[in-house]
């Protein structure tokens, strides 16, 4: 009985931290929320999605409120109170619209509920119409906001992406900033009293030189360090844990060949798809493209069924060159949206090229690092062997041991730099699904 409490509350405890929110993703999250563009952009991408669900999703009706005053003498949009009784009154019309249930037409339901001057208060000829335009072009304005859709969901995975590896960055770096500092600050005074117990003067410019190395490192380190947000500089070590642990899960979209989309690609596409289906009208803008409205309704007073046909025109004859201009974007802009599409696919493979070349090259500078540990290590051993035999001198021996982890530090920022190419590596698989 006892083992299995034991097992239950293991299993507890292993599920309670598999749900529980790492550091990692507080400061990850604090920074999203932090940033104005990923919020503008989630403010975008949502703007994106209702006009999209207008296409997508016709059944979901929309209702509105709308009043209107026909008492005599009066036309207004408004319920109208007067002195004058006689104009007093109106119409409250709510109407429930289904839009582009088919081929760009709404179909509208209303009810008018009227107020009359003696108050008495009525539904009135209830009805039910079928509207859309003439040429419509429902399936170019679906792909747009489509086009739309995709291109606000790319930009919020590119800032999302942009300040995972920022921040990954800054943990690494500060992780190796922190070690770069204290081991050098260690080393300078060593290397300092090695210096000064020196006799040989011909060591002398190797020290002195080991000396100005360790002070420029602990400049560098210095500096960067004190630039770092406290988020990460308060918290660097419990943070590199969540990295490590989580890196596993960040790098397992690499699979198979390179990526030869991406949302951004995609959305070109759909733009590039939305502008040849209006190449194909682009006489549209010269043209009358009236509404035209198929209404059922029940006069109230009457007691009848009637019905109507609609056409409602705008159109400006003379429009100061807006109908040629509109004309002319319908024709130039499936060549840009091509262009546009050549250039983000060049772009995606270019960037992939540099990503492998830098992975490659780092690699075989790890390769080349492991190679000069390897030896350095050897030589410390030599060197540690020849002291305790009284061979070499204590200077000799230490200064031989700060070259194996000064080499030891430089392999762990090559190894960091590959887990930041292989993160920007995963970004272009991500954005591929």
């Known amino acids: 009985m006892r083992r299995q409490y034991i097992l239950i509350l293991a299993i507890v405890s292993v599920a309670s931290r598999g749900f529980a929110e790492t550091l990692w993703d507080k400061v990850y999250t604090s920074r999203l929320n932090s940033s104005s563009s990923y919020l503008e952009a989630k403010l975008e991408l949502k703007s994106a999605e209702v006009d999209y669900d207008q296409y997508v999703k016709p059944y979901i009706p929309s209702l509105s409120l709308s009043t209107y005053s026909s008492a005599e003498g009066v036309y207004e949009s408004g319920i109208t109170i007067g002195s004058d009784t006689a104009a007093s009154g109106g119409a409250l019309i709510p109407t429930l619209t289904f839009e582009n249930i088919l081929a760009g037409t709404d179909l509208s339901l209303k009810s008018p509920i009227t107020f009359s001057s003696a108050g008495k208060v009525s539904l009135t000829n209830p009805s039910v119409s079928l509207s859309r335009q003439l040429f419509p072009e429902t399936e170019a304005n679906r792909l747009e906001k489509e086009a739309s859709l995709v291109s606000a969901q790319a930009s919020v995975q590119k800032i999302q992406n942009d300040l995972k590896i920022d921040l990954i960055t800054d943990i690494l770096n500060t992780i190796y900033y922190q070690k770069l500092l204290k081991t050098n600050q260690e080393n300078l005074e060593v290397l300092k009293k090695i210096r000064e117990a020196t006799v040989d003067t011909t060591k002398f410019r190797d020290l002195d030189k080991k000396i100005l190395n360790a002070q420029k490192a602990i400049l560098e380190a210095t500096n960067y360090l004190a630039e770092i947000k406290d988020d990460v500089k308060n918290n660097a070590e419990a943070l590199y844990q969540d990295v490590l642990r989580l890196q596993e899960g960040w790098l397992g979209s690499i699979k198979g060949d390179n990526p030869t989309t991406s949302k951004t690609i995609r959305s070109i596409e759909l733009s590039l798809a939305a502008a040849e289906k209006k190449e194909t009208l682009s006489i549209l803008p010269y043209l009358p493209n009236p509404t035209i409205t198929a209404s059922l309704y029940y006069d109230t007073d009457k007691s009848k069924l009637e019905w109507g046909l609609t056409f409602k025109l705008s159109y400006d004859m003379f429009s100061k060159g807006k109908n040629s201009l509109s004309a002319l974007q319908r024709q130039e802009y499936p060549k840009i949206y091509r262009i546009k599409l050549s250039d983000a696919q060049r772009e995606l493979k270019e960037n992939l090229r540099k990503i492998s070349e830098t992975l490659q090259s780092l ?27 009284g061979f070499v001198s204590k200077e000799d021996y230490t200064t031989a041991q700060i070259d194996l982890e000064t080499l030891k530090l430089d392999l762990q920022k090559i190894d960091f730099d590959i887990l930041i190419q292989k993160l920007t590596l995963a970004r272009y698989y991500e954005e591929a699904q």
Request: no cysteine; charged share 50%.
């Open 363 to 389: 690699e075989l500078d790890k390769k080349i690092k492991e190679i000069e540990i390897a030896d350095s290590q050897e030589e410390a051993i030599r060197q540690e062997n020849l002291y305790k035999n």
